[in-house]
């Protein structure tokens, strides 16, 4: 019965939540943007129309055509198939790297607000000097001297994107210490533990769950500009390695154009689409945002 | 706190920052795999003497604390040892660069601040309706777009019909007459880098002035301006503007991190001969001694412009020193 109903009241707080979400327009557009490229990628085996790695020296750097709606690259393999499969990576890293970086945050955001002095500190020295440093230059430094693989390029975007979390976790944490509930649960002998997991935790996930959106859409950004520079793994598909190869090839430069055009107009609207959702988010979540 | 003990606790903190940077910099190239600091010494185009001088200069011999305060130094002092490509002091090779960046992304950057505040501004005054909308859409598009890919749209663009020089800073092979014909040549394959970083700059510093605005907006104060019947153009510079401006200097200064970002990878698709250029350049030839000096370099400037930032910060507002 217990789970029945927690069930019932959770179905009732997403249909509350729902009915406020789905008046804003622009989220809206993000989360059909989003699903678009999800079906992409769950399903690229039956969209895509050839095998995306069968070279075929023959038809090099063909333009598009009926038999190759988005032509060809320089060893003949089809770049409509390519994109297609490219989604799948895109939304791996997004969502993996995210997850690593929301994990951080939320961790050390936590930690820091909640025991405060000396420790809130060293956290908040820590968290300043990864928000103030340059991300991208110190990825591509890091991801360059780890040596190309998927997973390295994940772990770094994830350990380096998660300052803004912390941040907002904190000074969410400093404000809900005070509250009342958490004086009661303290005044009935619960450990910092409980308090801090049990009771502060799921107060401060509204507001986490924007800044995912947001940090998610940073991931894929900043996976497909690794790829482009050659610090990722420029052999597995990937939007940014169809980019990467557009570029170090040639093609570019002579004038490829539906080369180069298609990968960044996916990225590009995948990004978008999470801004757009990560931005609705909070302008429901966050009062002072809301309509005046 | 008196202002100049604020100010010395910033130069204290930007220091101690430094230092991290410097650490960082010390554990990451040597405890990684690959250990780039005995590459050094692999370099099949070094001389006896060179090896040598390399030997004195890191300290190589020498147990592990010692040979970190002698990179301490030697960073402090701008010293990297050599290129393996340019065979070269990594000092001498990155100080040109890094005028040659600058003169991308200062004027860059001034002119994302000054659209991204007019437009800013609009978005906020008009909040909700068809403008606001509109202009946050846009922004929120070129936010969205991948900065090395705009550049290469730019690039197709040329080649097609806009004819501008794709890459480089001057026409190679060409003696210039006068000082003018060399600004003239310059600016002309200056121009699509330029409108690449402005372009993607703007949309944020727009998004983030709209939303500072808005926040002084929501004011009581404002309200009780309006209520005394103030017009709009007046309540907007005297009251809203200069309150909104003072925390768009330490975003702008934090998101300072953002814009070289997006710096490297113009200058990359460009091949415009800063920092970010060198520093793609390194990564192909896994030239490690570039790589170190020019994220030093960068991670120092960022810090520096922050500090640059806290103290007009300080200045400006009181408020903030205690």
């Not at chain 1, 910092?192 to 800044?211: D, Q, R, S, T």
């Not at chain 1, 107009?265 to 978008?272: A, E, G, K």
Request: proline fraction near 4%; aromatic fraction near 14%; hydrophobic fraction near 55%.
């Amino acid at each position: 019965m217990r789970g029945v109903r927690w069930l019932k009241l959770k179905y009732m707080a997403f249909r509350d939540f729902w009915s406020i979400y789905r008046s804003n327009k622009l989220g809206v557009v993000g989360l059909i943007i989003i699903v678009f490229f999800i079906i992409m990628a769950i399903f690229a085996p039956y969209i895509a129309t050839h095998d995306p790695n069968k070279t075929n020296p023959a038809k090099y750097l063909l333009p598009p055509s009926e038999e190759h709606w988005f032509g060809t690259n320089e060893v003949g393999q089809d770049l409509f198939s390519r994109n297609i499969y490219g989604a799948r990576i895109s939304l791996l890293v997004g969502f993996l790297a995210a997850g690593v970086a929301v994990f951080i945050g939320v961790f050390v955001g936590l930690i820091s607000g909640y025991f405060g002095g000396w420790i809130d500190e060293v956290l908040m020295r820590i968290t300043d000097f990864f928000l103030v440093m340059p991300a991208l230059v110190l990825m591509i430094v890091i991801a360059a001297l780890l040596g190309p693989s998927l997973i390295n390029v994940i772990l770094v975007i994830g350990a380096l994107s998660w300052s803004g979390t912390a941040r907002i976790v904190r000074s969410m944490t400093l404000t809900i210490k005070e509250w009342p509930f958490i004086e009661a649960a303290k005044a009935s002998g619960a450990g910092h533990f409980k308090i801090l997991f049990k009771h502060i935790f799921p107060n401060v996930m509204p507001v986490v769950y924007a800044n995912a959106a947001l940090t998610i859409s940073n991931a894929i950004f900043s996976q497909a500009a690794l790829v482009f520079l050659g610090v990722g793994n420029v052999s597995d598909i990937s939007w940014g390695s169809i980019l990467h190869y557009a570029f170090s090839s040639g093609a570019l430069g002579t004038g490829k154009w539906w080369y180069f055009v298609p990968p960044g107009i996916f990225i590009l609207l995948l990004i978008y689409g999470f801004i757009l959702v990560g931005y609705s988010l909070e302008e429901i979540l966050n009062p002072r945002l809301r309509h005046r | 706190m008196r202002y100049s003990s604020y100010v010395l606790k910033r130069v204290a903190i930007s220091l101690v920052t430094i230092l991290i940077i410097i650490s960082f910099n010390f554990f990451l190239f040597r405890i990684l795999p690959g250990d780039p600091v005995r590459l050094l010494f692999r370099n099949p185009n070094l001389t006896k003497e060179q090896i040598d001088a390399l030997n004195r200069k890191f300290g190589l011999d020498k147990p592990l604390y010692e040979q970190f305060l002698i990179y301490v130094f030697n960073s402090l002092r701008g010293e990297f040892g050599l290129s393996f490509f340019y065979r070269k002091s990594v000092f001498d090779i990155l100080v040109p660069r890094l005028i040659n960046s600058i003169v991308l992304i200062l004027p860059a950057t001034v002119i994302a601040i000054l659209l991204g505040m007019l437009f800013g501004v609009l978005a906020a005054w008009r909040r909700g309706d068809r403008v606001d909308v509109s202009i946050l859409a846009v922004s929120m598009g070129l936010y969205s777009i991948p900065t090395f890919w705009l550049g290469g749209m730019f690039i197709l663009l040329s080649i097609y019909y806009l004819h501008l020089p794709i890459g480089g800073m001057v026409t190679h092979g060409i003696t210039h007459q006068d000082i003018f014909s060399y600004l003239e040549d310059l600016f002309s394959h200056l121009i699509l880098p330029l409108v690449t970083l402005t372009l993607v700059l703007y949309g944020q510093f727009t998004i983030i002035m709209r939303n500072s605005l808005i926040d002084v907006l929501t004011e009581d104060y404002i309200q009780a301006a309006l209520a005394k019947g103030l017009s709009v153009s007046r309540l907007l510079r005297k009251h809203a503007l200069p309150n909104a401006m003072l925390p768009m200097i330490s975003i702008i200064a934090i998101n300072l991190g953002l814009v070289v970002g997006g710096a490297v990878l113009t200058e990359t698709v460009f091949n415009w001969p800063g920092v970010g250029r060198l520093i793609y350049d390194a990564i192909l030839r896994r030239d490690y001694p570039i790589l170190q000096g020019a994220f030093y370099i960068i991670a120092v400037s960022v810090v520096l412009a922050n500090l640059i930032a806290d103290i007009l910060y300080g200045f400006l507002d009181p408020r903030v020193r205690y």
